[in-house]
């Protein structure tokens, strides 16, 4: 993903700059945007372009972190990406455990 904006900066670095970031080595400290972070626990790497939190074990690519950032007026989406069917012996559906994008589980039954 290529993050400069037609003005040669780096939009992510900015938003994570604003985020309390602050540059260790190769990389930058910021306010992590999965969870309320008081204290600078997410770490960008821009060679990488990776990012990971420390406290809430989060991470992933600039994408991701674009979308969580809301960088260009980009929000979160939380689309299916895979579904996994649990039935009985009858096979009768009982639920579903849903995949979501951005990475998360959810599950649902039937009405």
């Not at 930058?28 to 990971?52: G, M, V, Y």
């Not at 579904?83 to 009858?90: G, M, Q």
Request: aromatic fraction near 8%.
């Amino acid at each position: 993903m290529d993050t400069r904006s037609s003005t040669g900066t780096h939009p992510l670095i900015d938003a994570v700059m604003a985020r309390s970031g602050r540059r260790e080595g190769g990389e930058i400290r910021f306010l992590c945007p999965a969870h309320q972070d008081t204290n600078p626990s997410a770490r960008w790497n821009p060679a990488k372009e990776t990012w990971f939190c420390q406290a809430c074990k989060t991470g992933g690519g600039a994408k991701d972190l674009a979308l969580r950032l809301r960088i260009d007026g980009s929000t979160p989406k939380n689309e299916i990406v895979a579904t996994y069917d649990y039935r009985d012996e009858a096979g009768t559906l009982l639920y579903q455990v849903v995949r979501m994008e951005p990475k998360d589980f959810r599950q649902r039954r039937p009405d």
